[in-house]
């Protein structure tokens, strides 16, 4: 398929960006910012308080619960509550800020780590997933 192509078939599509780990804080932070032609951001094990972390990974200044709540773009945070490398603070902290808001979805797992790595926690979580992007597609 030629690139033309390509563009003209997906063009209205609604796109959505996925982010684990650090890529989930870039989401959350994206999810902060207006970003255009965005329907959803959804983020699985992404740190939100830059302050509870290490500041070479999550630069001063750009903390995403900074931002007002209110603004928050559609997004889907998922965590692990058993998560070795993201505290399940860091879910706590976004679930408190968003509260209310009907932009935000959080999604808590018992088990499944930082990689969720088992066949049943990949199958939650896709579930999860498509409910909120067929839910955005409208």
Known sequence: VSQSRYRAKVSDLPRFILG???GGYLVNLMATQSVPNVAGYISYAGVWDSKSNDPTLVP?????????????APILVIQSKDDQ????????????????IPNA????????????????????????IKIFVQTRRR
């Open 85 to 100: 490398n993201v505290p399940y603070t860091e879910f706590k902290k976004f679930s408190a800020w968003a509260k209310g």
């Open 60 to 72: 001063k200044g750009m903390n995403p619960l900074a931002s007002k709540a209110a603004e928050l």
């Open 20 to 22: 684990h780990s650090y």
């Open 105 to 128: 979805e959080a999604f808590s797992l018992d088990t499944g780590g930082h990689f969720a790595e088992d066949e049943a926690t990949l199958t939650k979580i896709s579930a999860r």
